[in-house]
């Protein structure tokens, strides 16, 4: 069982930085394969990253790549992500999941992961 929360949402405008942080519960957090999702107002949830465990090997969606950076910490069981050159349309809730076990190609599916955040509110004014 992992819980998570997530923080530093908050309100910035276009071109300013946020940091976002998921702190996991659990001693094998290094096993889980570790994912941030957003939901828009109206929208369907939203791939945006994710690090896998054993190497940290990390992928992005084409609209926050160059912009975006995750990294985790298994020793304080977190995993951040660095949002940097903030648009409008990155207003959003994030949400940080965790599951075991994903392919590649599962990393992307909002379905393969088990366990979720309650968000966090990232606004970005124009």
């Known amino acids: 069982q992992v819980q998570l929360v997530e923080s530093g949402g908050g309100l910035v405008q276009a071109g300013g930085s946020l940091r976002l942080s998921c702190a996991a519960s659990?001693?094998?957090?290094?096993?889980?394969?570790m994912g941030w999702f957003r939901q828009a107002p109206g929208k369907e949830h939203e791939f945006v990253s994710v690090i896998s465990t054993s190497y940290g090997d990390t992928y992005y969606a084409e609209s926050v790549k160059g912009r975006f950076t995750i990294s985790r910490d298994n020793a304080k069981n977190t995993v951040d992500l660095q949002m940097n050159s903030l648009k409008p349309e990155d207003t959003a809730v994030y949400y940080c999941a965790a599951a075991r076990g994903l392919t590649v190609q599962s990393m992307r599916v909002r379905q393969s992961y088990n366990y979720w955040g309650p968000g966090t509110q990232v606004t970005v004014s124009s």
């Open positions: 659990g001693r094998t957090f290094s096993s889980y394969v």
